[in-house]
C-alpha cells in the first residue's frame, strides 16, 4: 500500500469520553509504534508491537491506555475516560525492522473538551 | 525519558544560507537518524548515521557525529523556503532488549524567502 494511514485525522471528545485510534501500517513491517506529540514537542513513546506481541507498552502514561494489534496489522489505541491532558496528536509509524527508519502517518489529533 | 536536546529551539534564516542544528544525547547509541515535520503532518525520515560513522551526506543534507560528546548536527545547504518545517533527532538507545526510538524536542527552522 501506499503508507501509514491513520484515522480519524481529528478527534474531538467530551471529557469521560472513551475513544480509538486506528492505524494501518505499511504491508509488510513487522514493527509499529504509537507516538504521543503536546504542541511544540517532540514524539513522546508510547507503546511497541513486533508483529501482533505488545514488546513494549513502557510510555503508556496510565492504564487508561490500551493498545491492540491483534492479527499483527492494523492497530488500535484506545483511550478510555478521556481527560483534557489527553488533548495531542497521536502518531502511527511502522517499520520492516526495529531498528531502521521509521515511516510516519499523519497523526490523530485529539481535542479533549 | 531520556530525550535528546536539539539546538537551537527556532533558527530564521534567509534563503540561501546554510542552516546547522545540533542534538545532544546522554547514553550510548546504536544510530542516529534526523526527521522533518511539516506544520500539521506525520514525520519524514531524512537520514540515519550509525554510531561507527562520523559524517554523513544525503543531497543538501550533511550529518556529523561525535560519539565521544554524545552529539550531533544537521547542516542544510542553500536553504529554499520549502525547507521550512521542525526537524527531530531520533536515537536508538545501545541498551539490552528492545528500546524505543527517543525523539529529541526539535529544532523549528524558518526559511525567508
Known amino acids: 500500500g501506499a503508507g501509514v494511514s491513520q484515522s480519524p485525522r481529528y478527534k474531538v471528545a467530551k471529557r469521560g469520553q472513551d475513544v480509538a485510534l486506528r492505524c494501518d501500517p505499511i504491508?509488510?513491517?513487522?514493527?509499529l509504534f504509537w507516538y504521543q506529540q503536546a504542541l511544540g514537542q517532540g514524539p513522546e513513546f508510547l507503546t511497541y508491537?513486533?508483529?501482533?506481541?505488545?514488546?513494549?507498552k513502557s510510555g503508556l502514561p496510565s492504564d487508561r491506555f490500551f493498545a491492540e494489534r491483534p492479527e499483527g496489522s492494523v492497530s488500535t489505541l484506545k483511550i478510555q475516560r478521556t481527560q483534557q491532558e489527553d488533548s495531542a496528536v497521536y502518531l502511527c509509524?511502522?517499520?520492516?525492522?526495529?531498528?531502521?527508519?521509521?515511516?510516519f502517518g499523519s497523526g490523530t489529533q485529539l481535542s479533549v473538551l | 525519558s531520556q530525550q535528546g536536546e536539539e539546538d537551537p529551539q527556532a533558527l530564521s534564516i534567509q534563503e540561501g544560507e546554510n542552516a546547522t542544528m545540533n542534538c545532544s544525547y546522554k547514553?550510548?547509541?546504536?544510530?542516529l537518524q534526523w526527521y522533518r515535520q511539516n506544520s500539521g503532518r506525520g514525520l519524514v525520515h531524512l537520514i540515519l548515521?550509525?554510531?561507527?560513522?562520523r559524517e554523513k551526506h544525503s543531497g543538501r543534507l550533511r550529518v556529523t557525529l561525535d560519539t565521544s560528546k554524545k552529539s550531533s548536527s544537521l547542516l542544510i545547504t542553500a536553504s529554499r523556503a520549502a525547507d521550512t518545517a521542525s526537524y527531530f533527532c531520533?536515537?536508538?538507545?545501545?541498551?539490552?532488549?528492545?528500546?524505543?526510538?527517543?525523539f529529541g524536542k526539535g529544532t523549528r527552522l524558518s526559511v525567508i524567502a
Open positions: 531520533a536515537t536508538d538507545a545501545l541498551e539490552k532488549g528492545n528500546t524505543p526510538l527517543v
Open positions: 548515521i550509525r554510531s561507527n560513522e
Open positions: 504491508s509488510g513491517h513487522v514493527s
Open positions: 547514553t550510548s547509541i546504536n544510530n
Open positions: 509509524a511502522s517499520s520492516p525492522l526495529r531498528t531502521e527508519k521509521l515511516f
Open positions: 508491537f513486533q508483529n501482533e506481541a505488545q514488546l513494549d
